[in-house]
């Protein structure tokens, strides 16, 4: 009775281990959506580039500036751990590489830019 008592005892702690470790890894990429808005929000590295998307006047990303990414590798969950992205400003594209880190966290590499 008592070893019968333990081993569901451990059992019950064993699973609540599991349920609380699998609740707490966070996802581990980003949705396209977030890579989009990150990349709107990222004006200070836009601006060291000296591209076209950033009004210097008032350091903030100029109206119409569209960002469009699609997933680059494998995907988990609805997430992507990198992207390919292309900002688009009137007649001027550049693509970026996007690169998710834990967390809100990313890296951007630019890749090519075009103008029309």
Request: with cysteine; aromatic share 10%.
């Amino acid at each position: 009775m008592r070893s019968l008592l333990l081993r569901g005892l451990f059992l019950v702690v064993v699973l609540a281990g599991a349920a609380e470790g699998a609740a707490a890894v966070p996802p581990l990429g980003h949705t396209r959506l977030q890579a989009e808005r990150n990349i709107l929000r990222s004006v200070r590295l836009l601006a060291r580039w000296k591209t076209p998307f950033v009004d210097t006047r008032y350091n903030t990303i100029r109206s119409n500036t569209r960002v469009s990414c699609s997933g680059s590798g494998r995907r988990i969950a609805g997430t992507y751990r990198a992207f390919i992205c292309t900002i688009t400003y009137r007649g001027y594209q550049l693509q970026v590489r996007y690169v998710a880190f834990d967390g809100n966290g990313f890296g951007l590499r630019r890749l090519t830019a075009t103008h029309r």
